[in-house]
């Protein structure tokens, strides 16, 4: 069935990705970087214009996603032109280690192929397992959070907002970060697909496009790798069941899956502007070549990096603050080795130069301030972070060093790759160490929130996650990834350098050499294959395997579905020919009755499950059972034009029970009158009760 759906994946993926890459190329971004940034500024792009278009009497969708994004484009192109330096000359670029030079000159298929190849690799796979897991285009995660997620891409439709200022008034609430929301009914609208195929569309998008582009950059940038390095950042990338399928089973956590998948693009500009990005390529006219391990960036590109990153920025934080606050924690070990290093520098110079030293510590201080003021202030309230750990201290530092959290099993291929790029960061810390830095900090925080018990020196350190492993265990991934490349572009160095070979590695490198130079390359290309077919298959396994499978299990609708079973979900598919269009339908919420607004365009009372209510429901709920002898019931009924009710039995989504007084035993209330049922599913109407 997903083959008939291909045009509108197609249009999906246009529609994210060329808003961003406008803003891109504006930048004079070029090749693979220009659209591998592309998700990271599509998502702010679409941020802003879900949140500007209501202010100015818009309704959201593509109208203001273009006008957005060519406001933006325009700025882009003119910060660009407007900081053109002329190029230095070639004997002022000396790079400060041995690696292959980055020419900005090369041709772009040439400088780019790895890259694009590892981007292939990756979404082919991704999306493949992506859609193993979905099942059917109209299938939905049968979770707690996929009732409000639904529901907010039909309220979203209907209402023409998807503003973070005005979407959380769908429950009661106030601000709501609604990034995910925003591009997902942008989908919707766009595509003209039912809510839940948007929904998985947009999904797949996120998990096979946006995660490999943003991650293979982000290696790239940041380690400078050779070709085996990249490709094997690719491949790394779909086989840990931490990211991004986790997203999916668990929650389900749409908004994290796409805050993460384009956290890597964001941890990349800042690492560009702190220096920490050998392997960007300089573009555009007036932009020289530089070698990696200069700084990467000049006054001609740094105040577009700069706009670069705080459209991303833009985009994550309204994504999800959870993963802002990881990007935050990303800088944590850059900004701890530039102050290192300038404060050492101006120590040592600091009869000559007092106030520099000082200008430094303030600084140093000053990110020290800001960091922990946003460590305390963005995070969820206390009483949302309420989960504890799931297991032990030495079984959550197995899990994170061999990336293989939330009893997963290992990852076969990533784990030891990734722990030689551990140790590799070291070995050149100049260049590495913040790499491995950031590691150990996400690590160390793993297993604070996996392995301890509950504390204030826990909700300190983990509260920002919501005390919550999974939230946790997907942001492994990211550094698993480039530490993968670290690993493989340091075994590559130390092959080429050392010459080290065994009789095997010598014929394979050698011995093809007396069939010619086309001979040679072709048996160097087979050999390739070969080792990227055997990674393809050994990363398909372990705890990647598993959370597919796991995934997949949430998508299942069956006689018994945790939340909306098949007779659930036939009689929901009648309500447009049973219940007036504008009812409002009364239900147990966690039953999947509030489902009924997604899937059935019929507004339920709650369109999520911890919603508030009006008076004139709640008196539904609570005394419905009371309703021939209740004058007051009916008129409760009557202001909330709610006269017909779902009962979907007392079965809930994570087996409690919640059932309201007033919808017990409805059967046997004389006020009621059944309308239409499948087989334990049923509803009535209140006839008690004049309209």
């Known amino acids: 069935?997903?083959?008939?759906?291909?045009?509108?994946?197609?249009?999906?993926?246009?529609?994210?990705?060329?808003?961003?890459?406008?803003?891109?190329?504006?930048?004079r971004f070029r090749g693979f970087e220009a659209l591998a940034l592309a998700p990271a500024f599509s998502v702010g792009i679409i941020v802003l214009a879900s949140t500007a278009a209501p202010l100015v009497g818009l309704g959201f969708g593509l109208l203001p996603t273009a006008a957005t994004a060519l406001v933006l484009a325009?700025?882009?192109?003119?910060?660009?032109?407007?900081?053109?330096?002329?190029?230095?000359?070639?004997?002022?670029?000396?790079?400060?280690?041995a690696s292959p030079p980055v020419s900005g000159s090369a041709p772009w298929w040439r400088r780019d192929a790895a890259a694009f190849a590892a981007v292939l690799i990756a979404g082919l796979l991704l999306a493949v397992r992506v859609l193993q897991a979905t099942g059917t285009p109209d299938a939905f995660s049968q979770t707690y959070d996929a009732v409000f997620h639904l529901n907010s891409v039909r309220f979203a439709l209907d209402t023409g907002q998807s503003s973070s200022l005005t979407l959380g008034g769908m429950t009661g609430g106030g601000f709501y970060p609604a990034g995910w929301n925003a591009v997902a009914t942008l989908v919707a609208a766009t595509t003209g697909t039912g809510v839940p195929v948007a929904v998985n569309i947009t999904t797949l998008v996120l998990a096979a496009v946006f995660w490999p582009l943003s991650v293979v950059l982000l290696a790239k940038w940041a380690v400078g790798a050779r070709p085996a390095g990249i490709l094997g950042a690719g491949i790394a990338a779909a086989s840990l069941g931490a990211f991004p399928l986790l997203m999916m089973d668990f929650g389900v956590l749409y908004p994290n899956l796409l805050a993460i998948s384009v956290l890597p693009a964001s941890i990349a500009l800042a690492a560009s502007l702190?220096?920490?990005?050998?392997?960007?390529?300089?573009h555009g006219p007036g932009l020289a070549p530089r070698g990696p391990g200069l700084a990467p960036h000049g006054p001609a590109d740094v105040l577009p990096t700069v706009l670069a990153l705080l459209l991303a920025l833009s985009g994550l934080v309204v994504a999800h603050p959870t993963t802002f606050m990881a990007w935050l924690t990303w800088t944590l070990p850059m900004a701890a080795i530039l102050s290192w290093r300038a404060i050492a520098h101006a120590w040592r110079g600091r009869q000559t130069e007092p106030r520099r030293l000082r200008l430094r510590v303030l600084g140093a201080a000053g990110y020290a301030a800001v960091f922990l003021t946003l460590w305390i202030v963005l995070r969820p309230p206390a009483d949302a972070a309420f989960w504890g750990p799931n297991g032990t201290a030495p079984q959550a530092l197995g899990e994170a060093l061999s990336f293989s959290p939330v009893d997963l099993s290992p990852a076969w291929l990533v784990a030891p790759l990734a722990?030689?790029?551990?140790?590799?960061?070291?070995?050149?810390?100049?260049?590495?160490?913040?790499?491995?830095?950031a590691y150990l900090v996400f690590a160390g925080l793993y297993v604070v929130v996996a392995g301890f018990p509950k504390s204030p020196t826990r909700d300190f350190l983990t509260g920002v996650w919501y005390n919550d492993s999974p939230r946790i265990a997907a942001l492994l991934p990211v550094a698993a990834v480039v530490l993968t490349a670290v690993g493989l572009d340091w075994a590559a160095r130390a092959l080429v350098s050392a010459r080290v070979r065994s009789r095997a590695l010598a014929m394979a490198v050698d011995g093809p050499r007396r069939l010619g130079g086309a001979g040679t390359a072709a048996y160097r290309a087979a050999v390739g294959l070969v080792l990227v077919v055997a990674a393809v298959a050994l990363g398909q396994q372990g705890g990647f395997k598993e959370e597919v499978q796991l995934a997949s299990s949430r998508y299942e609708i069956d006689d018994d579905s945790p939340l909306v079973s098949t007779d659930e979900l036939a009689l929901i598919h009648r309500l447009k020919d049973t219940v007036p269009a504008d009812a409002l339908l009364i239900g147990n919420p966690y039953t999947g009755a509030a489902l009924s607004?997604?899937?059935?365009?019929?507004?339920?009372?709650?369109?999520h499950i911890m919603s508030s209510v009006s008076p004139a429901v709640q008196k539904i709920y609570d005394s419905a059972g009371t309703i021939t002898s209740d004058p007051s019931v009916c008129q409760a009924v009557r202001e909330a034009n709610a006269f017909y009710i779902l009962d979907f039995g007392s079965k809930e989504v994570h087996r409690g029970y919640h059932t309201p007084p007033g919808l017990f035993r409805l059967a046997y209330n004389p006020g009621m009158e059944l309308v239409d049922s499948e087989g334990r599913a049923r509803l009535y109407k209140i006839t008690a009760c004049a309209s």
């Open 597 to 607: 607004y997604a899937l059935g365009d019929r507004k339920s009372a709650q369109l």
């Open 74 to 97: 325009a700025v882009a192109a003119w910060a660009a032109r407007s900081r053109s330096v002329p190029a230095p000359p070639a004997s002022a670029a000396q790079p400060t280690h």
């Open 1 to 27: 069935m997903w083959w008939s759906f291909l045009p509108h994946i197609l249009g999906a993926v246009a529609l994210l990705i060329l808003p961003g890459l406008m803003v891109s190329l504006a930048l």
């Open 419 to 437: 722990l030689l790029g551990l140790w590799a960061c070291f070995q050149a810390p100049r260049r590495f160490a913040w790499i491995g830095a």
């Open 274 to 282: 702190a220096g920490f990005a050998p392997g960007r390529t300089p």
